[in-house]
């Protein structure tokens, strides 16, 4: 079993860097992603115009769509240009950056943070410092990724769960939660988190919105304590419950992101894969066995608001 105070440490530096860049490095989108998308402009077909956005993108970024196939995960979730679409816990690549590109001049980017009263929940890494830089997050993160943005590009816009502008709401066509519920389900006793990011979620929706959301999957037959997302893991069945609660109807599911090879026992969190290998830094073997089951198995699920 993977030491508790090493799974605490690792939660909380996780949960830092998924703060930072949306649980992905803080890479760049490359230079010439603008240039594909002027090339691809024209293309009547908006599947062509996300292949080229896709192929522009640093190798570091391609390296993992084995692992997430974007350009089928964009598709099932009816992601097209022109489009107001929320992601949260964006980072530069994951999912923001492909937006940005893929959407066009026409479309936006809104992206989406924890409330601020949830970081403190964190512990360790989230000191009073932290959680004040927070405070100016909606700010900081929208000239970050301006900086970035090139002629042609989708613009940005943000807020944090339980602050949502009065301005955004009704606006987006579709939102996505990419790896971001097992935190919130983790934390929902203490603060009604979950429901909370939800109920944004369905506000910030135009009517017949689409929600998209792809989360680490646990086994139906493990047990629901461990299942409650400090692990990282969510089961299927509950995820679908809370996303009912909160106003949406379940509009279809797909495999696209399952890897049949991560079979997590009650001793497992999802931090011992690929990318993170949490617990196999000084043990050669079990990082080569963490890196032949590849990134986790992965529910991928379309909500819809009701019109």
């Known amino acids: 079993m993977t030491n508790p105070f090493f799974r605490s440490l690792f939660i909380g530096a996780s949960a830092l860097v998924l703060a930072a860049c949306g649980a992905d490095e803080p890479v760049e989108a490359g230079d010439d992603a603008a240039s594909a998308q002027e090339e691809t402009a024209s293309a009547p077909d908006s599947a062509g115009r996300l292949q080229a956005v896709l192929d522009a993108q640093p190798d570091d970024a391609k390296a993992r769509y084995q692992y997430r196939h974007p350009a089928e995960t964009l598709a099932f979730f009816g992601i097209e240009p022109g489009m107001t679409v929320v992601d949260t816990l964006p980072g530069k690549v994951w999912y923001a950056g492909i937006l940005s590109d893929y959407l066009g001049a026409d479309g936006k980017v809104i992206g989406a943070d924890y409330a601020i009263d949830m970081w403190p929940r964190f512990g360790g890494f989230a000191t009073p410092e932290f959680v004040d830089g927070k405070r100016t997050w909606t700010e900081t993160w929208v000239a970050d990724m301006e900086s970035g943005r090139d002629e042609g590009d989708a613009g940005f816009a943000a807020f944090q769960f339980g602050e949502l502008p009065a301005d955004m709401e009704g606006v987006a066509d579709a939102a996505l939660m990419v790896r971001a519920l097992h935190n919130l389900h983790r934390f929902e006793d203490e603060g009604a988190h979950l429901s909370e990011a939800l109920a ?29 997302g400090s692990n990282g893991y969510l089961k299927q069945s509950r995820v679908i419950e809370a996303i009912e609660a909160a106003g949406f109807e379940l509009a279809d599911t797909s495999e696209i992101n399952a890897n049949p090879d991560d079979q997590p026992t009650e001793d497992d969190f999802v931090w011992r894969l690929p990318p993170s290998l949490g617990d196999s830094e000084d043990d050669p073997e079990r990082r080569d066995a963490m890196m032949a089951i590849g990134e986790s198995d992965r529910m991928t699920l379309l909500f819809r608001k009701p019109e």
């Open 200 to 228: 944004d979620m369905n506000a910030v929706l135009k009517p017949g919105g689409l929600l998209g959301v792809i989360q680490h999957r646990a086994p139906e037959d493990n047990a629901d304590a461990w299942a409650d």
